[in-house]
Nanobody, 127 residues
Framework: EVQLVESGGGLVQTGGSLRVSCVASDLYLDDNTIGWFRQAPGKDREVISCINTVEGLLFIADSVKGRFTSSIDSGENTVYLQMNSLEPEDTAVYSC????????????????????WGKGTQVTVSS
């Protein structure tokens, strides 16, 4: 059974950093594009980044460009989202999701039609 499990969220002050992780089980990362998404209370889900091992970082949202980046450790079957210069507006539940590389457009087109989703990890940025 495919599982995506996020970890690393928490409470951080404005200007701080966090790295959240997404560990994939029973999923071959080399065949999949992994997206990071976030959803804050009362707001729509937002795609943050999309990455795969073939093409690298495919997409990074304008709202986080220059502050966030994503990376893959294939050996650990883990995808990371490094978040720097955090702002209160970054407070949200951060989730990872996967889709086969042939359908990677779904990651950054905003359809959120990914195949597998994790349950998310809460990131809270205090002012």
């Amino acid at each position: 059974e495919v599982q995506l499990v996020e970890s690393g969220g928490g409470l951080v002050q404005t200007g701080g950093s966090l790295r959240v992780s997404c560990v994939a089980s029973d999923l071959y990362l080399d065949d999949n594009t992994i997206g990071w998404f976030r959803q804050a209370p009362g707001k729509d889900r937002e795609v943050i980044s999309c990455i795969n091992t073939v093409e690298g970082l495919l997409f990074i949202a304008d709202s986080v460009k220059g502050r966030f980046t994503s990376s893959i450790d294939s050996g650990e079957n883990t995808v990371y989202l490094q978040m720097n210069s955090l702002e209160p507006e970054d407070t949200a539940v951060y989730s990872c999701a996967a889709i086969e590389n042939d359908y990677r457009d779904a990651c950054y087109e905003g359809t959120y039609d990914m195949t597998y989703w994790g349950k998310g990890t809460q990131v809270t940025v205090s002012s």
